[in-house]
Structure formats: C-alpha cells, structure tokens
C-alpha cells in the first residue's frame, strides 16, 4: 500500500513546495524549524517534542532524533519554560 500512495502524496506534497520525507504508521507530523529540514539528519539539530507513545519514541530514536515527550496537557507550558 505505501509503494502505491507514496508517489502519490509525494506529488501532490511538491505541488505545495513541500518534501515528503517519510511516511509512517504513525500518523502524520509537521515540523516547525527555523531552519530548512531537508533531510532526516537536519532533524538531529532540533530540540523535538513528541508525544508519550512508544510508538514515537521507537520512530524518533529509530532515526537518531532527541525528543522529549511532553503530553498535550503541558505543551503550553512546556514551550512558556523552554523544556529541552
């Protein structure tokens, strides 16, 4: 399923100027940078919030990426005191 829907979200993503990096099971996610991410090593670069999910913490540290879980009820807070 993914071989068929890739070349399709990858088209219609450019027709937006953006870049489908990755397609995963775990839902979609949009990153915010202040810098261009380009390529899944610009992404190591970044102090990355992700949710309480093994699931994410098995994609983030599967890509080398540090993240910090933060659940949605403190994301607010989280950004007010800088949490890493």
């Known amino acids: 399923m993914v071989e068929l829907t890739t070349p ?3 088209d219609i993503a450019a027709r937006r100027g953006w870049k489908l990096m990755v397609l995963t099971s775990v839902g979609f996610r ?4 202040k810098h261009p991410v380009r390529t899944a090593n610009d992404l190591r670069t970044l102090r990355l919030r992700s949710q309480p999910s093994p699931w994410h ?3 983030w540290t599967a890509m080398g990426v540090p993240h910090t879980p933060i659940e949605l009820t403190q994301v607010s807070d989280a950004f007010e005191v ?3």
Request: glycine fraction near 8%; charged fraction near 15%.
């Open 8 to 10: 399709l979200l990858a």
């Open 30 to 33: 949009h990153i915010g940078a």
């Open 57 to 59: 913490d098995r994609l």
């Open 82 to 84: 800088q949490v890493p």
